[in-house]
């Protein structure tokens, strides 16, 4: 590799981003003429080589482009037939076949997982289906999120024996922490009472019936034609690459996690499938409305997720939402009659908050700018950091905490808003502030030292850096990030 690649991307990039190829005749031109101009632009700041859109309102498809490159070594421009990685968002499929279960008198979504699945773990067997799909069952996850692969180092088989004699991560419903292991659970559920593959019941119940004629289930060692690989930017700086700067290849490989992740679709037949869900051809009204209800935890607050879906907004607009993998995305609003699509080939640089923002273009409401990415939990504090300075973060957060007694702001929550600042805003010193009241409601959580860590260094204040990886250290000794940064730094 004697060029160099970061440039030769950047040329590609910018070429094929003039391409625009409309497929459906849209309304109100200049607004979609906006969306267009948005995303373009946005393709561009975060280094997105290949983009698809859809927008679904109020029970029509409104729009569907493309953009972009779906394989840069080829050359290859993204159109109507290319296929994404949704990977998480799988998920959802998943909720929607356990929803059409329960419609059958299958599965009651209160009921143990005792009922439906045999020998399991003693402090397993009262877990309910609901807590499942909602990840407040406390289960201990079989993914090492930090090593990328199955728990110990373990193949999928030793790993989901090994987890049965692991500890619960909590009490089931008071807490949510999102894995792989509910999915996993709820895919043999699925399994067992259908008589069929996991894939075979998708594709019976879901695919066929919403025509999604090219959408399946697939890895990087499959052949999936017209799919775009998944690129990222390099987390590290060797041989020709620039850490957070040249694009590199991603692996995926889901094989035994295909309840979890593993479909490829386009954004024009993930239309197709929202559209069904919608009109009642894959679930009945009254089933689409409980699957996507937030759940609440056992003290009340909710708990982050719907039935399979993310609960991204709880009050109007509400809002669910399919994750993928920090790349591809779809948002529904109920209440807005309004959903859309977003599909990318890069798996870094925080796409998810893309859909939001165009949803922004018919309800202004719904802008980053007036907290419309935000959870509706911190939109209390974020209008008086606003207004006031996000230097005041613990005193106003603990002023509205007096006023209204509810007022919580959870670790993910902190997390996501403060990151949401820090890498897509570019406002470091206001993320530090808020890494500075995650370390104050949350002193225990190395987590919150490890952005405060990296706010600082966005900032320039290395001594306070290093201070912060040292506590990440001090209370996450296999915290490997933030070894590496801190040991950077030192002998800087």
Do not use: C
């Not at 267009?36 to 997105?48: A, G, W, Y």
Request: net charge positive.
């Amino acid at each position: 590799m004697n060029y160099n690649l970061f440039k030769l991307q950047k040329i590609i990039l910018l070429s094929l981003l003039l391409v625009v190829i409309p497929f459906v005749k849209v309304t109100g031109q200049s607004k979609t003429d906006s969306i267009t101009s948005f995303l373009q632009d946005e393709m561009i700041k975060r280094n997105i080589p290949g983009l698809q859109v859809a927008i679904i309102r109020n029970g029509k498809l409104e729009l569907v482009r493309s953009f972009g490159s779906a394989n840069i070594e080829n050359r290859v421009k993204v159109n109507d037939s290319t296929m994404f990685s949704i990977n998480s968002a799988t998920k959802a499929f998943t909720g929607v076949a356990i929803m059409q279960l329960v419609e059958e008198g299958k599965i009651d979504l209160q009921g143990t997982i005792s009922a439906y699945l045999d020998s399991l773990p003693n402090h397993w067997r009262a877990i309910k289906i609901y807590q499942l799909l909602t990840h407040t069952s406390g289960l201990p996850d079989l993914v090492d999120v930090r090593k990328g692969g199955f728990v110990e180092g373990l193949k999928y088989p030793e790993a989901l024996k090994a987890i049965r004699e692991y500890p619960m991560e909590f009490t089931a419903g008071t807490q949510m922490r999102y894995n792989q292991t509910n999915y996993v659970l709820l895919g043999q559920i699925i399994e067992k009472l259908s008589g069929k593959s996991f894939e075979k019941f998708i594709q019976e119940r879901q695919f066929d019936p919403a025509g999604m004629k090219r959408t399946g289930f697939g890895d990087s060692r499959d052949i999936i034609m017209d799919k775009a690989p998944t690129y990222r930017l390099s987390k590290v700086t060797e041989r020709n690459f620039v850490k957070g700067k040249t694009l590199e290849r991603t692996w995926e490989e889901f094989t035994e996690l295909r309840s979890t992740a593993g479909i490829n679709s386009s954004a024009s037949e993930l239309a197709n499938w929202i559209l069904s869900l919608q009109n009642g051809i894959l679930l009945k009204p009254q089933s689409l409305k409980t699957m996507w209800e937030a759940g609440k935890l056992s003290n009340g607050n909710y708990s982050g997720w719907a039935l399979g879906w993310v609960a991204r907004r709880n009050t109007a607009p509400r809002a669910v939402a399919g994750i993928g993998g920090a790349r591809s995305w779809f948002y529904v609003y109920p209440d807005h009659n309004l959903a859309i699509i977003i599909l990318t080939n890069l798996s870094t640089n925080q796409p998810e908050d893309l859909a939001p923002e165009v949803a922004g273009f018919y309800y202004p409401e719904l802008k980053s700018v007036n907290g419309g990415s935000l959870p509706e939990t911190v939109l209390p504090l974020r209008a008086l950091l606003e207004k006031e300075g996000y230097n005041k973060a613990i005193q106003l957060s603990e002023k509205i905490k007096k006023r209204d007694g509810k007022f919580f702001l959870s670790e993910r929550d902190l997390t996501n808003w403060a990151y949401y600042l820090l890498l897509i805003q570019h406002k470091p010193k206001e993320a530090v502030e808020l890494f500075k009241l995650y370390v104050h409601l949350y002193p225990s959580d190395a987590n919150a030292y490890e952005g405060l860590g990296e706010a600082y260094h966005s900032t320039g204040d290395l001594k306070n850096a290093i201070a912060a990886y040292k506590k990440t250290s001090e209370l996450d000794p296999k915290n490997i990030n933030a070894s590496k940064k801190l040991k950077m730094l030192l002998n800087n």
